[in-house]
């Protein structure tokens, strides 16, 4: 079975400062990918960053970038110069690679950008 | 392209109706996917697809129905609605390729009093 974890139900950030989003997950699959998902106030689940297991490099896209450390089993999301669009809830997911493999969800972290 | 289409946006029905929430995708992704996700929470999986004609159950699948028929559509059906079932609905489609992203429809505010 998978689990993903995040501890933190809400965060606050200053307007420009960076912030990091903390996910740890648990599975016995050998090869799966980690997602983070943003979900604004307007509803839409919006995709921000992917991880593949046995990448070598963290994932970087734009000002999100993962910072994955494997024996620890974590994923967290750090988001550089924050900006105020980026309040919003943020779910970190996992899946097992290969075939339908279902994603598991964790419980999100709602951030809120401070000007 | 337009992505993952859902429609209706909202629906208020009253306990023991029956709806049929529409899934479109055009990217002509094999997997599709329905997550109802309740105030608060993350996303459960009630059943999903992995090509026309196959359809399986996941977590929450009790109240629910799909179908399959084409590649593009995957419909959601609710039967004798309950309170319950009020919750936002997302359906989800991924190609299976690298990255291997789930991209999701604006999702269906259900209402069920």
């Known amino acids: 079975a998978q689990k993903i974890t995040q501890t933190q139900p809400g965060m606050f950030v200053q307007e420009k400062e960076a912030v990091t989003l903390d996910c740890t997950y648990d599975t016995s699959d050998p090869s799966y990918g980690l997602f983070w998902y943003k979900q604004p106030s307007s509803g839409e689940m919006i995709f921000l960053i992917y991880?593949?297991?046995?990448?070598?490099q963290n994932a970087t896209e734009g000002r999100y970038s993962l910072n994955f450390q494997k024996a620890r089993k974590s994923a967290n999301l750090v988001i550089s110069a924050s900006q105020l669009g980026d309040s919003a809830m943020y779910f970190c997911?996992?899946?097992?690679?290969?075939?339908?493999?279902?994603?598991?969800f964790g419980t999100g972290t709602k951030l809120q950008v401070i000007p | 392209n337009a992505g993952v289409t859902q429609t209706p946006k909202f629906r208020i029905l009253k306990i023991g109706q029956s709806m049929t929430l529409q899934c479109a995708q055009d990217m002509n992704h094999n997997y599709m996917y329905w997550y109802r996700q309740d105030p608060g929470m993350g996303l459960k999986l009630i059943y999903y697809?992995?090509?026309?004609?196959?359809?399986d159950k996941g977590e929450v699948p009790n109240g629910y129905n799909v179908s399959r028929s084409t590649t593009e559509d995957f419909p959601l059906r609710l039967e004798l609605a309950a309170p319950s079932q009020t919750s936002v609905y997302f359906c989800?489609?991924?190609?299976?390729?690298?990255?291997?992203?789930?991209?999701f429809g604006p999702g269906t505010r259900l209402t069920v009093l």
């Open positions: 989800a489609s991924r190609d299976g390729e690298a990255p291997d992203t789930q991209y």
């Open positions: 997911a996992m899946r097992p690679t290969g075939g339908y493999q279902k994603v598991t």
């Open positions: 697809s992995v090509g026309a004609g196959i359809t």
């Open positions: 991880q593949g297991s046995y990448d070598q």
